[in-house]
């Protein structure tokens, strides 16, 4: 399920904005900021300077302002404007595309020494040596960590997001997997370091580190 944070002064907007996506799209709204939470996008209804500050804070997350304003709205890099007055499907077209590829470049992202071509499910290199394929689940962990846009993740929260509720897999699933694909990513490709490990969790590191 994809998680949005939605912020508006307008609580009568707010809410029926809410109600449509939880009803048509069975996603999850969330109405405050949290630095713990990763959101899979965030809408801010007619307020830039909240959608500049936002911007600092959600790194690698679709950020959208709904804008009825006329003056000049400053340069933010992850910034999409939507126009008001504007009509509900079109607003979940463009979420849509935003969820489903992360990146305006279409679904790659850059990692630290490779990038990660979602729709392939291949690590790609700049040197131009061979691919090297992921599983889908691996997949998945590297587009979470993305997410959180350097904050640490923990073991329990990889589990419940990538894992969901299965009740066979453990933390040491987890670590196991993490292992795995630091394998296949550092060393049989000869990236550099993709994954750190810190106590309480995981990361990316940033590239050029």
């Known amino acids: 399920m994809s998680r949005v944070l939605l912020i508006s002064e307008n609580e009568a907007f707010a809410a029926d904005l809410k109600q449509q996506l939880e009803l048509l799209e069975n996603w999850e709204v969330q109405e405050n900021y949290s630095p713990d939470v990763v ?12 959608a500049g500050e936002l911007d600092g804070r959600l ?12 003056t000049e ?4 890099e992850n910034l999409r404007v939507v126009r008001k007055p504007f009509r509900l499907e ?16 279409g679904g790659e992202l850059q990692l630290n ?18 691919p090297v ?6 997949v998945a962990i ?18 419940a997001e990538v894992w969901g509720y299965n009740p066979e897999a453990t933390t040491h699933t987890v670590e196991t997997h ?28 940033e590239p050029g580190c």
């Open 39 to 50: 959101f899979d996008a965030a809408v801010v209804d007619d307020d830039a300077g909240k």
């Open 59 to 70: 790194r690698h997350t679709p950020l959208f302002l709904l804008w009825s304003g006329e």
């Open 73 to 76: 709205l400053p340069e933010i």
């Open 90 to 105: 079109n607003l979940l077209d463009t979420l849509h595309t935003a969820l489903s590829s992360l990146t305006p470049s």
């Open 113 to 130: 020494g490779c990038n990660l071509n979602i729709a392939a499910r291949e690590i790609r290199y700049p040197d131009g040596r061979l």
């Open 133 to 138: 394929k992921l599983t889908e689940r691996e």
């Open 142 to 159: 590297l587009k979470y960590l993305y997410k959180s846009g350097g904050k640490i993740v923990g073991k329990a929260e990889l589990l």
């Open 178 to 205: 993490i292992y795995r694909l630091r394998q296949k990513i550092e060393q049989e490709g000869g990236a550099g370091q993709v994954i750190t490990t810190r106590e309480n969790g995981y990361k990316l590191m």
